[in-house]
């Protein structure tokens, strides 16, 4: 079989891994790919919008199947276009999509179907949020959110209603988001620790992958600004019991809404869980994998993904075992100085050669392939991923792995997986 894969990034790459691992795959294409997907896969120079560009190039390369990786394609309706040329796509439709494209549908989702989220009022007109805010008597922080995709960037804890106001101002007038922030939410802020649930999905049963922990702040011990990610590791360290009952109970309760709402879902529900007290509430829906997640959880995976990705096109999921092996990955994420914030590119990446250990994969993320040479291309350059039966185990190899390689200006964090060790 031959297979698409849409998307650039981290996520992309170890997709784009895990199917060169399965025996029936002869071809794996990428569009548009990255310096490190070329080594492993045909890159293609179509953007993520271009749905005729691709569906042309997927007709005319006998390609099987499509797997789309990234956000943007899936909100704008790639999965409907592709369903209505008689191409084979796996990913929600733009309705369900709507799911993450849309913070305001995702709280009216999550309401209606009681999922435990944060309490949120929407906004429409930049008045009626200034007006809210002026009139609130109770204040503590509150999170600004922008109700449309904005790459990381729409969410704002705010400490006082002057923050606030203002973070509406620059959404809503200033539009330092784009159209993505012409409507917003203000929710309650909830502080406590967050974690990562992956579920496999045909829109009817599910499958949830071993939980994970991403760290999204920029500095060693979550200080510092948001990011998309800097690191990831799984099993996280809270797999207890009870609370993945209760998670088990969301992520039924969301596909009973998904079945409701007549939305085409099939593919993977990425849900962002955060703790409130001992109770699991959903941060955010995303409607595929997340970002490094992926590149932490695919190296667990024994299953091959194809054989997945036809079970769940076939609304089968339940016939397949979907196995895992029974150790700990710890990916870390290497970026480029000033990241989250502008940064420079261009630079030459060394030492990829120095990593042969067989228990860790480099992933890449935002890298060119220059002249023979890898060179950095965007904030988040590499995910470096080792796998071991221990935790500890897991940490040493990947930070002695990370050691070997540099560019200029290069950071990570020092301590991905570390709360697994402190919580334990
Ligand atoms: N790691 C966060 C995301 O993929 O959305």
Redesign the pocket.
Known sequence: MKVLVIGSGGREHAICWKFSKSSKIEKVYCAPGNGGISQMAEIVNIAVSDFEGLSSFVKAKKIDFTFVGHEIPLSLGIVDYFACKGLKILGPSKDASKLEASKIYSKEFMRKYNIPTAEYRSFFNVNDALNFLENWQEFKKIVVKADGLAA?KGVYVCCGREEAKNVVKQMMKDKIVGDAGASVILEEYISGVEF?YLVFTDGISYSIMPVLQ?H?RVYDNDKGPNT??MG?YAPAYFARNEINKKVEDIVCKAIVGINSEKLDYKGVL?V?IIMNGDMPCVLEF?CRF????TQAILPLLNTDLLDICESILNRKLLDIEIKWKKGVSVCVVLASGGYPGSFKKGFEIKGLNNIVDPNTIVFHAGTKFVNGKFVTSGGRVLGITSVSDDIKNAITEVYSNVKLVQFENMHYRRDIAQRFLNEK
């Open positions: 990381g990562s991403d999204k998309g990610g990831a990425y962002g995303n997340g970002d490094p997640e």
